[in-house]
């Protein structure tokens, strides 16, 4: 396997050298046609998950992991999408970040180029495939892509389609390559095949990132554990708060930027709590609360330390109420995976201590923790959320996968 994972790392560094040197209107063109063949064969495609889902299920699979997993026809076509829309950004590779004139008439320019090889291990969500590819695509580089066995099917039919599409648009097929997921020990040649891997991101849970940090001998992104908080403050519209809570909460619940936990200054508790035990009760979320939220209504679970600490994505939430705006950001800071954190209120100094209190990727001032997404941010698909704080953190776009390098031009200057 180890042979079988490096000869693929090297075929990809040969596509990377062409990538390299490929204008962005040819890199458009072969996005596009990506597009195009993945909404054609969307039969084949979930034909394949129909068969991964089948037997994940009959394994069984948890239904929030089931959610992520499965596509249909209009799962395909967001992602799609999302390569289209990757096709209309700027191009990151050849813009020069800094630039001057030194005195003695150097002239000097940090311009963006790409990274190389970048090896994406993920768990069982099919739309990264899609996704990761494109973005590598525009930023120039090869993709070695390692999803779980669970979606082994599904991956292998989206990736034989954009891999068509380049041959027919005269890119090299080998800017994506599909490692195989049916031998554990892929992923970790994959993560230690320095020299030939430039760059791995992990995008799953907190164990696949955390095994991957640990063993990777390849420079890691770490992302997206989301332990996400909304903060309900004093000065909140509370008509307001409620919708953001019951959003962040159960618009999709798989997610990692759906909120885990849920803050409420004491200021508005006895107005606010039993509206939202009500709303996210009638919404089926199990409520994990203090005593104050506990007395609010029935079936309200005692909330223990390890609650606040969840990334539970399920229709589940911590929630306690707080005496300052300085004991939820101290809170927040305490059990937050770093992810995303929301304020709801109508004090801009309230906001702006919050945002600058807490410690996390993102911050959303009275707006759900569902926006830190790429496509919701204009960055067209993403490849990540990053929640550590070296070269990238927050959604990772197409400037976030690249390097730079320092082009410095005289006319015979010697030192």
Do not use: W
């Amino acid at each position: 396997m180890k042979q079988q994972v490096h000869d693929a790392a090297r075929r990809a560094r040969v596509a990377a050298g062409i990538l390299a040197l490929t204008h962005r209107a040819a890199k458009d063109v072969a996005l596009h046609a990506m597009a195009d063949a993945l909404v054609a064969g969307t039969p084949a495609i979930l034909q394949a998950n129909a068969v991964d889902v089948e037997t994940a299920r009959a394994g069984g699979t948890p239904d929030n992991v089931l959610d992520r997993l499965r596509l249909d026809a209009d799962r395909v076509a967001a992602f799609a999408a999302g390569v289209r829309d990757v096709a209309a950004l700027p191009d990151p590779v050849g813009e020069v970040v800094r630039g001057s004139t030194l005195p003695n008439g150097l002239r000097m320019q940090q311009i963006r180029v790409p990274m190389g090889v970048i090896g994406m291990i993920y768990e069982g969500r099919p739309n990264v495939t899609a996704d990761a590819a494109a973005i590598c695509l525009k930023a120039g580089s090869a993709v070695l892509l390692r999803g779980s066995s669970s979606a082994a099917r599904s991956n292998a039919a989206i990736v034989e389609i954009m891999r068509a599409a380049l041959t027919a648009s005269d890119l090299p097929a080998d800017a994506i390559i599909l490692v195989p997921a049916d031998d554990r020990s892929s992923a970790t040649h994959l993560m230690q095949a320095r020299g030939l891997v430039d760059l791995v991101i992990p995008r799953g849970g907190a164990g696949l990132i955390r095994a991957v940090v640990e063993e990777s001998t390849v420079p890691v992104i770490e992302t997206g554990v989301g332990n996400c908080h909304v903060y309900v403050d004093a000065d909140a519209d509370l008509d307001m708060a409620l919708a953001i809570v019951l959003n962040a909460k159960t618009h999709r619940t798989s997610v990692c930027n759906a909120a885990e936990s849920l803050l409420v200054h004491r200021a508005v508790a006895d107005e606010f709590v039993p509206r939202v035990v009500a709303a996210l009760q009638d919404a089926g979320v199990t409520i994990h609360g203090d005593a104050t939220f506990g007395s609010a209504g029935t079936g309200v679970v005692p909330v223990t330390d390890d609650d606040y600490a969840e990334e539970y994505l399920s229709l589940d939430i911590s929630a306690r109420v707080v005496e300052s705006i300085d004991e939820a950001i101290a809170h927040v800071r305490q059990f937050s995976s770093g992810h995303t954190e929301a304020i709801v209120t109508r004090s801009l100094a309230a906001s702006t201590r919050f945002t600058r209190g807490v410690d996390s990727a993102a911050v959303m001032v009275n707006a759900s923790t569902r926006f830190t997404d790429g496509g919701e941010l204009g960055f067209g698909a993403e490849i990540g959320i990053s929640t550590q704080k070296l070269h990238a953190r927050g959604p990772m776009g197409l400037p976030e996968m690249t390097t730079t390098t320092y082009v410095v031009t005289g006319d015979g200057h010697v030192r």
